[in-house]
């Protein structure tokens, strides 16, 4: 029985190898085979070339000519040519990103730096999509640990898969990085949350003491509680924040509302709120830029938009869009550049991977961006708004 699987393993195997051989140009493939056996810059004669490639002396003087009149090939002098072909170099390593969602503006900033500082670095990196799900986030480790890869970079945000996955990978002897939310083991890199949430906080608090003389009715808090503690550090934070600017405001004016980071779910609670409790002063700070603009849809949507304003957690482009939107009620967005994240992240891996001394946890660098800031960190969103104002 054994020999009878092999044998048709062996005809499959077969099957493969024709049907893939079946759209091969064989004079391409020796063109090929030929402009890679010259090193970088080096020349070499014609037998140079023959004894490479142990191509016959006949062919390899056809394609040595064809290839010299199509510009692939330099004749140097004295019989001698080099290649005039970069070929990309051999991947140093093979490292696997599990993003958080394709569709979230934030992680798609994070994939893209990564990529462009993967190929800068000759890094090949495999990219999958955790889908916001925990289910595809155990999926994907899976897979990266069936691929070989030599590093992870893990960024998926429930907090009871997060030991599950970790130990997929401790297992396999393949270490991982833990974007934005902790992992077991995992050197993390992300915000500190504690003191980026800080930041929102002040800066609404500060706003509403400019603007309605400190005299604040609620405070809408949007949490994603599936992230784990440490993320909800990023509420207590803002609560902190608030408190230093506002010392008088009580804690019943705290409204915790569980937007699981979404868009849709934030502007679903805010519709139930204020049902509730309509005209009142609020502060809306999510944990993240979809929870805030949710929220503030909702608003706009009831008529209420003057009653509101909101500190978003990212400045991705769709939140410093809102902000310099007019009549928007965003005041303010902290940025973590995740358009900056991809550089940082390879070369931690580089020094993890060569066994560089590393910090168990790298925070990025955040900043508050305001409509009076944004042309200092975001030029092309400033001239864009410039150019709006002009053509109105």
């Not at 503006?105 to 000759?122: C, D």
Request: glycine share 8%; aromatic share 8%.
């Amino acid at each position: 029985m054994a020999e009878t699987n092999k044998t048709a393993e062996d005809a499959g195997q077969r099957r493969k190898i024709l049907a893939s051989s079946a759209y091969r140009l064989e004079t391409v493939a020796r063109a090929c085979a030929l402009l890679r056996v010259f090193g970088e810059g080096e020349s070499l004669r014609l037998h140079e070339i023959v004894t490479r490639t142990s191509l016959d002396k006949s062919v390899a003087f056809r394609l040595v000519r064809t290839l010299e009149e199509a510009g692939f090939l330099h004749d140097t002098g004295g019989k001698r040519y080099r290649c005039a072909v970069r070929f990309p170099a051999a991947p140093k390593y093979r490292m696997g990103f599990a993003t958080l969602a394709e569709n979230s503006p934030f992680s798609a900033a994070v994939t893209e730096s990564l990529r462009h500082a993967a190929a800068k670095e000759s890094v090949e990196l495999i990219v999958l999509n955790n889908r916001y799900s925990a289910r595809a986030a155990l999926r994907n480790a899976g897979r990266l640990v069936a691929e070989r890869v030599d590093l992870v970079f893990e960024f998926q945000m429930f907090d009871r898969v997060a030991g599950r996955i970790s130990a997929l990978f401790q297992e396999a002897g393949i270490p991982m990085v833990a974007i934005d939310i902790p992992h077991p083991g995992a050197t993390f890199y992300g915000a500190n949350n504690y003191r980026l949430g800080l930041t929102a906080g002040q800066a609404a608090a500060r706003w509403a003491k400019q603007n309605w003389d400190g005299k604040v009715d609620r405070v809408i808090l949007l949490e994603a509680r599936q992230a784990g503690v440490v993320p909800q550090l990023r509420i207590e934070g803002v609560e902190a924040g608030i408190h230093r600017i506002l010392p008088l405001l009580g804690s019943e004016a705290f409204i915790h509302v569980d937007a699981r980071g979404e868009f849709d779910k934030a502007m679903e609670e805010i519709r139930r709120l204020l049902r509730l409790a309509p005209s009142l002063r609020t502060l809306v700070v999510g944990l993240n830029d979809p929870s805030t603009l949710g929220a503030l849809r909702g608003f706009e949507e009831a008529g209420l938009l003057n009653s509101c304003a909101g500190v978003a957690l990212g400045a991705t482009a769709e939140a410093r869009a809102e902000l310099i939107r007019p009549g928007s009620r965003l005041i303010g967005a902290v940025a973590l550049f995740p358009e900056l994240y991809g550089g940082d992240l390879i070369q931690l891996a580089l020094d993890i991977l060569a066994k560089r001394h590393t910090p168990p946890a790298i925070f990025a660098h955040h900043q508050l961006i305001t409509v009076q800031n944004l042309a200092r960190y975001y030029p092309h969103d400033a001239r864009a708004q410039s150019a709006a104002s002009f053509g109105n």
